[in-house]
């Protein structure tokens, strides 16, 4: 089978990424074997090229969402998949990934895929969707919240975070730069912040009469989360994605804040198994958001596979909203 690998250890730049010739993995009692038809790209893929893991063995196969098509199952199969089930799952980066002709995945993560939603579609709601989900639906506290700002409004996470939001009737605000507001719109948040032109801070203080915002999600990094602070409102929350800030002078309690995190990948390296299960939930209810149209397509981009390397130098260099999605 044709896959995208990383060759050997030193290679750590997307342009070191080699097509090979390699033999269909051979699955255990407790794996299902995907015939892929479409993958999704993440910023975590390049960032695995230039960081590694040390349970690889090379030539490592890249790729973490994946749907395609049953064509093996194992001797342990309680979800009873059969061969040609249409199913979609986020697989664990310590192993061998996606961007293959064939993968093999632990049974736990995957969730079969609605009839009425494509493969691509299916492909571009797994990493970044599943941790929109995650911050949203179960680290967050709904209740009696009204407000939530959403950083990166264009990015894999943020678009479909905006949209869960707003499903969820929670005022939303976002930042995006200038030129992918356009795109945003789309989504209906409450108010776009230019944050390359606007100063964030403070337009949200401006905007919630000096409150600040119940929720923040931020995929930005620990500095924006710093600024966060003095955007939330008391007993508000803050989800980390990308880097927590310092609380060493910020009096958190004082304000009855939290500051929460996710590591969707995190619950196959911990062989937490009702986390990997939740893997597959939620791949499960973003699958019927779609199919009932209640989530929109965030898919700019199709590529062929042999071009996922030139896709993932695009997402790196940050010319991407929304997402990208390679077929075979
Ligand atoms: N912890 C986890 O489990 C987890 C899971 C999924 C993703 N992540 C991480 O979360 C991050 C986002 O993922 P993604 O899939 O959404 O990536 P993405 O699709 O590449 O989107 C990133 C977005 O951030 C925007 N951006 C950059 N700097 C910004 C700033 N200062 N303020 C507002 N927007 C800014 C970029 O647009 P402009 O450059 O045009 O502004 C881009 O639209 C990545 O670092 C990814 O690795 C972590």
Redesign the pocket.
């Known amino acids: 089978m044709k896959a995208l690998v990383i060759p050997t250890p030193e290679i750590k730049q997307i342009n070191g990424l080699k097509i090979q010739d390699l033999a269909i993995p051979d699955i255990h009692e407790d794996e299902i074997l995907v015939k892929l038809h479409a993958v999704g790209l993440?910023?975590?893929d390049f960032?695995l090229v230039s960081g590694h893991h040390p349970n690889w063995t090379y030539p490592h196969t890249l790729g973490l969402d994946a749907a395609g098509e049953v064509i093996k199952v194992g001797s342990i199969n309680p979800k009873h998949f059969k061969l040609g089930d249409r199913v979609f799952y986020h697989s664990d980066l310590s192993k061998d990934g996606c961007f293959a002709e064939y993968a093999k995945t632990n049974y736990r993560c995957v969730a079969k895929i609605p009839d009425s939603v494509s493969y691509q579609e299916a492909a571009s709601v797994l990493?970044?969707g599943m941790?929109a989900y995650s911050a949203i639906h179960r680290k967050m506290n709904l209740t009696g919240k009204k407000t939530i700002l959403i950083?990166?409004g264009?990015?894999?996470?943020?678009s479909i975070a905006i949209q869960l939001a707003k499903i969820a009737q929670l005022k939303v605000f976002t930042?995006?730069?200038t030129h992918?507001i356009d795109w945003v719109k789309q989504f209906k948040p409450d108010h776009i912040i230019d944050?390359k032109t606007e100063d964030t801070t403070q337009k949200i203080l401006e905007l919630t009469d000096g409150v600040g915002v119940d929720l923040i999600v931020n995929?930005?990094g620990p500095e924006?989360a710093q600024k966060d602070l003095a955007r939330l409102a008391y007993n508000g929350a803050l989800m980390t994605?990308?880097g927590e800030p310092k609380l060493d002078d910020y009096n958190l309690s004082a304000m009855g804040q939290s500051v929460l995190s996710?590591?969707?990948?995190g619950a196959h390296q911990h062989n937490n198994l009702s986390q990997i299960d939740d893997l597959a939930v939620m791949a499960e209810k973003l699958g019927n958001l779609l199919a009932t149209k209640k989530l929109h397509s965030i898919i700019t981009k199709t590529i062929d596979f042999d071009e996922i390397p030139s896709g993932l130098k695009d997402?790196l260099d940050?010319k991407?909203?929304g997402k990208i999605i390679a077929t075979f």
């Open positions: 993440n910023p975590v960032k990493c970044n941790t950083h990166a264009a990015g894999g996470v943020g930042t995006v730069s992918k944050y995929t930005v924006e994605i990308v996710v590591n969707l990948g997402l940050r991407i909203s």
